[in-house]
């Protein structure tokens, strides 16, 4: 327990450190990673170079800070957090290492400000802060190895098929190399893989998340990955690239079990509206297989935004489906097709047309690019659905958005 004077610092101090806030955990990077290059084998480099990590821990810390003396109201988000994190497989031992390099950051940004007294509670409030992490983390690593077919850690997986979607998306369908069973998971979540590329000189091994794009229940795994190439001013993204031109069927890919609390929730029976942008259809085409499956009465709306027919993956899929299933119904945005006949939409989904496509009694579900996803946060809001019926997943660090 913190004595009162020390939750009082933590209060008091947690409007200034978020002033400082981007600044203390960028040099907080930099000092972690100076002091343990090892940690780059786990953090994303991009988004430390783009600041969405340090964001997205400075979001985390200065919000469990300001909550430190009822932690438990902000259990969804440390859930969320630990989620993403035994994904990457981080583990008690990295906590104390953290510790002492963001109180390090906090010194250094702050200097004298930082007095020996609120560096003392910060410590203390740290350390609280990483045991609830812990605890959260640890039921999770139980979890997931106890689950029939579920393992800790990174499991050698082989892929089976590599099938192009579209131009730029492509799904490897995945089966553990050891024959052996494998985890079901929630329609919405994730599994993450572990790859050192062998094109760029690299040294470190690169962990990402990818939903997976299927149907539970199958014996393998699937996921669609986008290609994020080069552009001006903006390097090929690494991980994509080489599973694209490098990784061939029968090649071997690190897995971690799946994880994520981004589902769908099977107990509601109301309308199902799922709204995708580019490659955010992956988790919504596993939440509409599942819901035609086992809740075959439910109506469900899928609608998809792509720039145009050669960015669409799995196109005739859906269309399949959408003839095969009385209660659904789908719609395709094109930002600019080049045949007008070939979608419901031109330009960007809004508010007034998601309002005649859609019934405001419905659960709703988003994922896509950052732009896509606060247009339709912010039609969902203006339309007052309410908090507990929007739903989404946002492809970057959780906390970053
Ligand atoms: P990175 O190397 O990580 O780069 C990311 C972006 O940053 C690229 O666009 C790159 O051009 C840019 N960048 C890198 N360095 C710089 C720089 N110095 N300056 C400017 N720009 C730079 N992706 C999918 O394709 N399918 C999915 O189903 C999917 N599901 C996901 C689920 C979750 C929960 C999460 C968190 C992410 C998911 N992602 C998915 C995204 C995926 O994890 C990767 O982030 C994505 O594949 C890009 O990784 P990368 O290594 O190719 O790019």
Redesign the pocket.
Known sequence: MLSKETIDIIKSTVPVLEIHGKTITTTFYQMLFDSHPELLNIF????Q??GKQPQALANAVYAAAAHIDHLEDILPVVKQIGQ?HRALNILPEHYPIVGENLLGAIKKVLGDAATPEILDAWAQAYGMIADAFISVEAEMYQEAENAPGGWRGFRPFVVERKIKESDV?TSFYLKPQDGGAISSYLPGQ?ITVRVQPDNDNESYT?I??????AVPGEDYYR?????????P???????????HNSVNEGDVLEINAPA?S?TLDQEQNIPLVLISGG??L??MISMLETVLKEQPEREVTFIHAAINEGFHAMREHIEQLDTAHQPMKSYVCYEKPLDQSLCHKIGYIDLPWLQEVTSKESDFYFCGPVPFMRAVNQALQAWDIPAERIHY??????GSL
């Open positions: 994303n480099h991009a988004n170079r783009e993403k998306i994730y690169h990402r998340h990818y939903s997976l794009s996921i669609s990955v986008k290609r994020e190439d080069a552009a001013g903006k390097p090929a993204g690494l991980v994509s690239t080489y599973l994520g981004f490659v955010g992956t988790p997943e946002f492809f970057g660090p959780a």
